[in-house]
């Protein structure tokens, strides 16, 4: 099982379960992710999501080993299929839900995982919860998450910051730079996102997913057109030679040598 997904009381708890990889993603749980968030966004009976992760980890990105190395080709880097110039599924799942979305972030949230909790439309956050856009350092690209959601949270300079270094910071720095609307104690992060939750479901469910779509209008605009972008980018960027000194540097934990081919 890598994800497991629960209703009570109108609310959809989603829960990435492969914490002994700090919940990093394959193929499967993306998918499982999607399914879920499809699933939620059909389902009549729920009026609020909430995700979070199992174990000392929200999400810590994709899961390197499974996704981008190949130990069987002499590159060490699998060949990837090409991006079709469309948003990720599983972005656009949790995008498109018409229920408002709480991201529980209880751990590291890096790479995709910390683009995943900016899809939410609100984001809690443990005390010990890490928060990193760590593309750049991969030779790669943010999807939506750092591309168009990042910069309405943070503003476009302090965005800019983040995706361009990469760098790690903390569950302080984030609610201090506006990046999640509250930080607890890590024992009560998830009483803290249910109750937050239970307050959203006991609103009327018809104006709900009115007012959702009217604050996505009016603060995001159209997702489409810069996924293809972010797709189109990706198809280029996992060909070069940075991308797989980033990947490969990152598992056998030694410092990158980019040479910018």
Known sequence: MVLRYKTDEHIATVTLDRPQVKNALNRELYDRLEQALRGAHSDPDVRC???TGEGSA???GDDVKEIMLDPGTSAGIKRQRDPKPRPTPAAMAVLECDKPVIAAVNGAAVGWGMDLALFCDIRIASDRAKFGELFIKRGLVSDLGGFWRLPQVVGPSKAAELLFTGDIIDAQEAERIGLVSRVVPHDELMP???EMARKIAANPPIAMRYMKQGLRMSTYG???EIGAYVMQSLAYLFTTEDHREGALSFVEKRAPVFKGR
């Open 58 to 60: 929200f999400c810590s």
């Open 222 to 224: 159209d997702a489409r």
């Open 49 to 51: 999501v909430v995700i």
């Open 192 to 194: 803290a996102a249910m």
